[in-house]
């Protein structure tokens, strides 16, 4: 607990106030040593004939049993020679040369190299290659599908075999069609070499041609490593980020219950009314173009954002609800989407620095449905209260939301960001030491960008992948169209159900409930595709072409037209109330299917543009949004419900055309294009 309240914004403001007098960190207590492979590369031994020993890959015990690993062998760890028999294992005793060191095709500094460590138990992409030498011949044997194994000399002895180590390259990613399946048996098998082996892999710091050493994880189990934390603590922290994204969606369409109150107070027309609300969506998707890029600063990182940013949209809620001009009230609701953006913007990054690849789809499964039932809930929370207490309250429950979910936050969000982490270790180190060669990856790529240039890149080239990636193009159009038809039904339910079937503005909210049953069958039907389809084929196959990841929305595409046209034809007088109910959840499922595949697809397709990309996506989304909350009321008004739900109904029949177009045509679509990964 004490780690988790270290890392969190109120652990690092007390530090700063005592000058780092509480919550150190174990390179700040007394009697702490330097790692014996940062010692071996600050403080490098004696020549002896050949490389110095930290050049290699050794044994170590486990920090937390302190046992010593059983042999290679036994481990599994040396792959059957080309005979057929296993490659014996180096003697433990004299002088015997044995080392082992892979090199992956990429530069040092390649962070998926750095993660693949760590992944290669949960991905079968990610794999250990190693190769094997007979010690007593001298003969070095390299199969011929690992041409970038090889093996260095050093010697083997006795002092040094509690010593595992290995360098970042050590793990190599193997390209798709080299990867070996996954049988049952050898799941099993290395299931089961994983529960017997009581050791970590120590990671050896790498030295650039400069002379920085690089600073990094201690080993694989490193415990202040985001994945390395027990599922518990990643629950925690994943619950407390989906409160936080669940009170910043659920602040935009809690509003919509007061609109009629607002025309009433200001003497505004109904659709000004709707401007508190369509600004503050346009606002939380501005937002993440500037929040996006600042997190993955090093220096700044992701909790410090979240921290003030949601201290501020707390304060901001206090002078909205207190606001008595119109104009005012737009400006603040503006602020306030805004400043809650963080979530939108840094929420799934935080998810990824906790989850392994196979992981992370249930993670942000759970992270969007946050996301997709907070607006669903607004009207709900809000209804009742404002029929009894007036408009304000509606503004004042905001606060009553989002106030706990800021003490959360402070006290218990952690910083998660990687760069950020290894970056202060460094400089903890450096300060242990006294030697500036120690130093963080992101401080070196960091060096010669301003956050100016970040900012103003990630603005600049999702908009360009848009323009000249049809791909993209699409994306981004066919989301922000299914999420803008969303926020239509803040505008359309008012004009249907209280005057058809002459409900209250409770019973309005309550008929938003239909969205969060909705949003837990489309979770619980993407999960169960997850867990009982796409999970095993990855473990058999490995990772097929991105287009594969399109499977469910090519068949949910079919249904928001569907939804759409049962609610324009059933919402009438003379139909039951439930007809156009069961339309709207036809809808909100396939819409949660086809989002949750689509965001899956744009970081395997562009993976060096993800973050910016998911930024321009949120910002394409709630400007659609921001207009279909403005042009719908009068829309519907003019054309009829059923008139101008058809209409968007019809609108989404392009999407089946243009997914279907995506999963054929995807893989010569990226061939073509210089932005997308093939």
Not at 42 to 71: C, I, N, R
Not at 346 to 368: E, H, I, N, R
Not at 476 to 503: C, D, K, M, Q, R
Not at 522 to 550: K, N, T
Request: aromatic fraction near 14%.
């Amino acid at each position: 607990m004490s780690d988790l309240i270290r890392e969190a914004p109120i652990g690092q403001l007390l530090r700063f106030v005592t000058r780092r007098k509480v919550f150190r960190y174990p390179e700040e207590l007394p009697g702490f040593q330097l790692p014996e492979t940062y010692s071996n590369k600050l403080y490098p031994p004696s020549e002896k004939s050949g490389p110095s020993p930290s050049d290699s890959v050794t044994y170590a015990p486990s920090p937390q049993s302190g046992t010593f690993p059983p042999s290679p062998s036994d481990s599994g760890i040396f792959p059957p020679s080309r005979s057929g028999s296993n490659a014996n294992p180096p003697s433990r005793s004299g002088s015997e040369t044995y080392i082992l060191e892979t090199f992956a095709p990429s530069r040092f500094d390649s962070e998926q190299d750095a993660t693949s460590l760590r992944e290669a138990e949960d991905f079968p992409e990610l794999q250990h290659h190693v190769t094997n030498r007979n010690i007593n011949s001298g003969d070095i044997e390299e199969p011929s599908a690992l041409p970038h194994a090889r093996i260095r000399e050093s010697t083997y002895s006795r002092q040094r075999e509690s010593t595992y180590s290995r360098k970042r390259e050590s793990t190599y990613s193997r390209k798709r069609e080299s990867t070996y399946s996954y049988t049952a048996e050898r799941l099993e098998a290395e299931a089961e070499s994983r529960r017997e082996r009581p050791m970590s892999l120590v990671i050896v710091p790498q030295k650039t041609p400069d002379g920085h050493i690089l600073v990094d994880w201690y080993s694989t189990d490193d415990p202040a490593n985001p994945q390395n934390w027990s599922n518990g603590k990643r629950g925690f922290i994943a619950m407390l980020i989906c409160a936080y994204t669940f009170a910043v969606y659920c602040g935009s369409a809690i509003y919509s219950s007061g609109e009629f109150g607002v025309i009433k107070r200001f003497g505004v027309s109904p659709t000004d009314a709707s401007l508190p609300l369509s600004l503050y969506v346009l606002a939380y998707g501005m937002g993440p173009l500037l929040w996006a890029p600042l997190s993955e600063i090093p220096v700044i990182g992701r909790s410090p954002i979240y921290a003030v940013t949601m201290f501020i949209f707390v304060i901001l809620s206090v002078p909205t609800a207190l606001v008595n001009n119109f104009a005012g009230l737009l400006v603040l609701r503006f602020l306030q989407g805004f400043f809650g953006s963080p979530c939108l913007a840094t929420g799934g990054a935080t998810m990824q620095d906790m989850y392994s690849l196979l992981k992370l789809p249930y993670a942000l499964t759970f992270w969007v449905s946050a996301a997709y039932c907070g607006p669903s809930l607004g009207p709900l929370l809000s209804g009742f209260a404002v029929m009894a207490k007036g408009w304000r309250w509606s503004l004042w429950e905001i606060l009553w939301i989002a106030g706990p979910v800021l003490v959360l936050m402070l006290l218990f969000i952690p910083e998660t960001s990687t760069p950020n982490l290894l970056l202060r270790r460094a400089q903890r180190l450096r300060a242990l030491t006294g030697d500036s060669r120690l130093r963080s990856q992101s401080e070196i790529d960091q060096k010669n960008i301003k956050p100016s240039k970040a900012i103003v890149s990630a603005i600049i080239k999702p908009l360009e992948i848009t323009i000249k990636d049809p791909a993209i193009a699409f994306v981004n159009f066919y989301t922000a169209l299914v999420y803008g038809i969303y926020y239509s039904f803040f505008e359309a339910f008012p004009l249907v159900y209280p005057v058809f079937y002459h409900f209250t503005l409770g019973t309005v909210g309550v008929v938003f409930t239909c969205i969060l049953v909705a949003c837990g069958i489309g979770a619980l039907a993407y999960v169960a595709y997850l867990y009982f389809y796409l999970v095993p084929d990855i473990m058999a196959h490995g990772l097929r072409a991105q287009e594969h990841r399109l499977v469910p929305a090519l068949i949910a595409s079919f249904f928001p037209p569907a939804g759409l046209f049962i609610f324009a034809w059933t919402a009438r007088p003379d139909i039951p109330w439930i007809a156009s109910v069961i339309g709207i959840v036809v809808f909100a499922i396939a819409v949660f299917v086809i989002l949750q595949c689509i965001f899956v697809y744009v970081p395997l397709s562009y993976p060096q543009y993800a973050a910016s990309l998911f930024a321009s996506n949120d910002f394409f989304r709630s400007a659609m949004a921001c207009g279909c909350i403005l042009f719908s009321r009068p829309l519907f008004l003019n054309l009829g419900i059923d008139k101008g739900v058809t209409t968007l109904a019809g609108l989404s029949i392009m999407g089946i055309v243009g997914m279907f177009t995506l999963y054929w045509k995807g893989a010569s679509l990226r061939a073509r294009s210089k932005f997308a990964m093939s």
